[in-house]
Nanobody
């Protein structure tokens, strides 16, 4: 299984980014997909997740109303549209896959596979 995150970069406060995660080596449509973020010295924080079926979504409190997670099973891709970015959104963003066939999980330990991360930096 490989997860390849991309789309990070430097953006000014109030700007937007679209992160992408390409999955391979797995039956993508059977996995819940999540996004997490991490800054040095802090624990990995849940951002958003989308269920393998019906695309049910769940969001972390800090991004609700600003971020949108989506998936395209025909392309083995999951996306994170991030709007109204703020300096506190600066982090390395990771995509992850969860094979639980359950509601999307929100803790890192419940995910089975991880991508390498993409850096998002928001300047004030």
């Amino acid at each position: 299984v490989q997860l390849q995150a991309s789309g990070g970069g430097l953006v000014q406060a109030g700007g937007s980014l679209r992160l992408s995660c390409a999955a391979s080596g797995m039956t993508f449509s059977r996995y819940n997909m999540g996004w997490f973020r991490q800054v040095p010295g802090k624990e990995r924080e849940f951002v958003a997740a989308v269920r393998y079926i019906h695309s049910t979504t769940v969001y972390g409190d800090s991004v609700k109303g600003r971020f949108t997670v989506s998936r395209d099973n025909s392309k083995n891709m999951v996306y994170l549209q991030a709007l109204s970015l703020q300096p506190e959104d600066t982090a390395v963003y990771y995509c992850a896959a969860d094979a639980s066939y359950d509601d999307p999980r929100t803790t890192p330990d419940e995910y089975d596979y991880w991508g390498q991360g993409t850096q998002v930096t928001v300047s004030s």
